[in-house]
């Protein structure tokens, strides 16, 4: 080959050169600007091949087997617990029906007593009870909202054709026609014993759902989505925000919990028809409950660093959503099942969702009260929290800069991706010489002992 042809073939091999490490550099680039700027490191890279057997064989089927009881043992629990429901009347049939009651259920219902139909009536509109018994001769009717809950209401219509079974049971108050003889008397006193009182069943439903959600199914469905993209906007708020004052971090999830708000009212309503009053209300209620989640996550993972994500994770999705009652009723769940899962945003926020969808906001202050202490927990948390985060999250310049631990797994296990892509994008591109002559001595050498 002449020396020409080697320069030649020198030219090209630096061009090639310069355009590969241009190009290797523009997809750095993308892919920083796809990853947001996020350094992203493996937690389980040091884990020793022993502590990733038993993660694998104890620990995930631990959390998923905890996970699976925390949704499914509250539901296999379901009975009436102190339940508030409404009796009309002081009449002896009434206190029938209230003792009936008490032996079926024992500690069931918390009883009411009303004096007409009318107080009845307003007692649940204003989320007192859940319904009430009008005991009549010959009838029984049930007030019921399906709106508060259906679980409840098929439970009290169960409740009432149990009373009106009892009630059936009682000897007729029909006087017996007198007896013209002995024989003929005592035959009439027999069938008078066997005489029963017929009793109907009346069910009125004093708050129904929504038409197009009858069964209230939207309604409860739509809880968890909401729960787990208020965590997401925790994190996505936070890890991308590193940098930013706190109060910019306060400002962002108050605004974009109020977007998700509406759009989320507008889903349910707009197109599903399941929130069909008070729309002003009811798009506070959802973007209240949304900013108690997300703040709170935010405030978790400003305080004890990333750990608090899957905290918030834990706290809100697998024992907030299951313990809220949104499929039921709180009063259908145990004891202290129902205390924690109205303390926590997620059943406080079912609980606000219904008042202002259903009941003109009546019931709703010790709900909005809970949703705005967590709020503000997790607000102030974000504004005056002062854990560092350093990974995910910190800028590549910043990563790139930061000495790495190569002496175990070598540099692509050690290093965060960020830095190894920057690492990579500012590394200095090889001479046309270098990239040819490897192992060789350097090209003005030669061209010396050429000459």
Known sequence: MTAAQVHLERKR??????LGQRTRLMLNKMI????????VKNPLVRVLPWRRTVLMIV????????AAM?????????APRDLPVGVVGTSTASQNAVESLDRGEPGGFDFHLYPDQASARSAIKNRDVYGAFVINPGEVTVLEATAASTSVAQLLGMSGQQLAAHAAKLPARTPAPPARATSHGSRARKSVAKTVAKVTVNTVDIVPTSADDPRGVVFSAALLPLTICSILI??????????????????DLIVVCAISGLAAYLVTQGILGALPHQHVATWAALSLTMLAVSATSAGLIRIIGHPGLGVSAALMVFVGNPFSGSTSAPELLPKAVDDIGQWLP??????????????????????IAVLTLWSLFGLMSVVFGRRTLTVPGDTLEQDAHEPSDTS??????AQPVGAFLSSMSEAPVPSPSRALDVGRPHSHARHAAHD
């Open 234 to 251: 925790a994190a996505l708020v936070t890890l991308s925000g590193l940098h930013l004052p706190g109060w910019r971090r306060f400002i």
């Open 70 to 78: 925390t949704f499914a043992w509250p539901a296999s629990r379901i």
């Open 13 to 18: 091999m630096f061009i090639l050169t310069i």
């Open 346 to 367: 997620p059943g406080a926020g079912a609980n606000l969702l219904r008042s202002t969808a259903y009941f003109d906001g009546n019931g709703s202050g010790g709900h």
């Open 32 to 39: 920083i600007r796809l990853m947001g700027g996020a350094a």
């Open 59 to 66: 620990g995930l089927p631990l959390v998923i087997s905890l």
């Open 408 to 413: 175990a797994e070598g540099p692509a296990a």
